[in-house]
């Protein structure tokens, strides 16, 4: 027979998260849906831990050991739970932490998403849901949440499967081993920011008395970007910030500036603050982009110079990018 099991789990709900499943009425202990995620008190469960890293933070999900019924001690609505028959309750606790080990210093939770959680037992799923919600560019709710999941028969911590998904994206593991999938890999992203490029004292302009000046700071790649999604499988986004990039004539040349345009990836610069001789922004290009372990940043600059017609002055510098 299964004991009945006060865990310390528990805890108050994530916002947004209600009890999913019906109970059965009835006298003294109520039964439980054959599908119920019951809402917890508490912030603690024993077992294996297993720890996804998303864009918004570090999600850490725990699984406890089965058990039968679960005192009113351990539930939000203070009313003790049984699982039916062939099924248990499966404490899970999820403790999410906002920013903190996201990577690249949370840079790539500028659109934040919802983190999905779902757990899968013996074929059958449980949607534990997102552990926040959104608000812009911010997140709401954000904390620890232990739930009872009913669950089929009464499975051992390697017959659960966690799965989070975040922008469509799936890592899943067995508590307490490592996450795999599309998503796992942000795991190896650093913590802090990639460091700035240095900007070259002189772009290849073809011989053309001209002169850049830029700032670069952030030269990086990473499986994921906000607003542009996930990177193909098996590849990365290569990613280039650009706080401000300014054409001039050189000094002494009689030749003036009139207006810079990026070609290629750096079409996704705009002009912004600095008017039409100068560009901001980032560029989100492709592996396939790169020349050897740099990408080719290309402007189109128009110089209006005296006493002669010119086209636009094709300005190249390629950014190492580090791996």
Not at 221 to 228: H, K, Q
Not at 239 to 259: K, L, M, T
Not at 277 to 303: I, N, R
């Amino acid at each position: 027979m299964r004991r009945t099991r006060r865990s310390r789990a528990g805890a108050a709900g994530a916002a947004g998260l209600a009890v999913v499943g019906t109970l059965l009425g009835g006298c003294g202990t109520d039964e439980a849906a054959a599908d119920a995620v019951l809402e917890g008190r508490g912030d603690q469960v024993d077992g294996p831990t297993t720890t996804f890293v998303v864009p918004t933070g570090t999600l850490a999900v725990t699984v406890g050991d089965p058990v039968d019924r679960v005192g009113s001690d351990d539930t939000a609505d203070r009313e003790e739970r049984a699982a039916p028959d062939g099924s248990a309750l499966l404490p899970v606790l999820v403790d999410f932490t906002d920013r903190e080990g996201a990577p690249w210093g949370g840079r790539l939770a500028a659109e934040p998403q919802e983190a999905d959680v779902v757990l899968e037992v013996g074929g059958e799923e449980r949607e534990l849901g997102s552990p926040y919600t959104t608000a812009g560019r911010g997140l709401s709710g954000a904390g620890t949440a232990t739930y009872w999941v009913v669950v089929p028969g009464e499975p051992a911590a390697d017959d659960v499967t966690v799965t989070v998904t975040y922008d469509g994206a799936e890592q899943a593991a067995a508590p307490g081993e490592e996450p795999s999938g599309p998503a796992a890999t942000l795991a190896g992203l650093p913590a802090e920011a990639p460091p700035a490029a240095d900007c070259p004292a002189r772009w290849r302009t073809g011989g053309a008395p001209l002169r850049l000046e830029c700032e670069l700071p952030l030269v990086g790649r990473t499986a994921y970007w906000p607003g542009a999604g996930w990177a193909p499988d098996g590849s990365s986004w290569v990613v280039v910030e650009a706080r401000r990039i300014q054409a001039y004539a050189a000094r002494g040349s009689a030749d003036e500036v009139r207006s810079v345009e990026g070609v290629g990836p750096a079409e996704q610069l705009g002009h912004g603050e600095w008017g039409p001789t100068g560009l901001a922004g980032v560029v989100v290009a492709g592996e396939d982009d790169l020349t050897g372990d740099a990408l080719p940043l290309e402007l189109d600059v128009a110089v209006d110079a005296p006493g002669a017609e010119t086209g636009p002055v094709r300005a190249t510098y390629a950014v190492p990018v580090p791996r």
